[in-house]
């Protein structure tokens, strides 16, 4: 088992829709929770980043972590074409433990 | 405020050559991690920099090696290149390091031939 899942996609919604993102891992130390957005030749460019269990929203970006279940998510409101990328998600533990991406989920937005 | 700066943005070796790639952090942060991404691993980190010291190591052989300078700066070193070192490597600086936002830089995108 991989440390952390990702929903594989690609996914493809119209504009306007809701999506939703969603990360699995299996270490109990992770915890501080990233979402990247990475554009095609690019670097990552940070979203979202939050601590511990709770939700954090930010504009039309709303992160979910629910540490009980090792469960992450990342919903987009109102999506855009623009939105259009790779979505990775991230985490990491205390004390100097490294960075773990997911291995990143392709969405499209059609206008 | 300057983002993370990458150099050279693009790089063409041949197998058993050496290659060094540069990164300049945002002012201000002292940490310097390391990233391979190829569209079979994804994201993979190499190693972390702090303070001129290497602060965490991931599962990368010994021909991937770093520095850093004491204005941050850091330059990552592969020796004897092979085929599979082909990637696009990013670096990611923070202020403090580990729990703290990591901003990329664009990337080296490094093809060995």
């Known amino acids: 088992q991989k440390e952390v899942e990702q929903d594989p996609g690609p996914l493809s919604v119209p504009e306007g829709a809701i999506v939703s993102l969603n990360c699995t891992y299996s270490?109990?130390?992770?915890?501080?929770f990233m979402w990247y957005r990475q554009y095609s030749r690019k670097g990552p460019e940070l979203l979202m980043y939050?601590?511990?269990?709770g939700n954090k929203e930010d504009g039309r970006f709303t992160a979910q972590v629910d540490k009980s279940s090792k469960y992450i998510s990342l919903f987009i409101r109102d999506s855009q074409p623009s939105d259009s990328a790779t979505y990775l998600c991230?985490?990491?533990?205390?004390?100097?433990?490294?960075?773990?991406f997911g291995p990143g989920t392709r969405l499209s937005v059609l206008p | 405020k300057a983002g993370v700066t990458q150099t050279p943005r693009y790089l063409i070796k041949t197998r058993g050559q050496q290659v060094t790639l540069s990164c300049s952090p945002i002012?201000?942060?002292?940490?310097v991690s390391w990233y391979q991404q190829t569209p079979g691993q994804g994201l993979q980190f190499l190693f972390e920099?702090?303070?001129?010291?290497?602060?965490n190591k991931g599962n990368f052989p010994g021909r991937f090696s770093g520095r850093q300078f004491s204005n941050s700066r850091s330059e990552m070193n592969v020796s004897t290149l092979e085929l599979g070192d082909s990637a696009l490597y990013l670096c990611?600086?923070?202020?403090?390091?580990?729990?703290?936002?990591?901003?990329f830089g664009p990337g080296t995108r490094l093809t060995v031939t």
């Open positions: 990611a600086t923070s202020k403090q390091g580990w729990g703290d936002e990591q901003y």
């Open positions: 270490n109990s130390a992770f915890q501080y």
């Open positions: 939050t601590y511990s269990s």
């Open positions: 991230a985490m990491s533990g205390d004390y100097g433990q490294n960075f773990v």
């Open positions: 002012s201000g942060h002292r940490s």
């Open positions: 920099y702090f303070s001129e010291t290497q602060r």
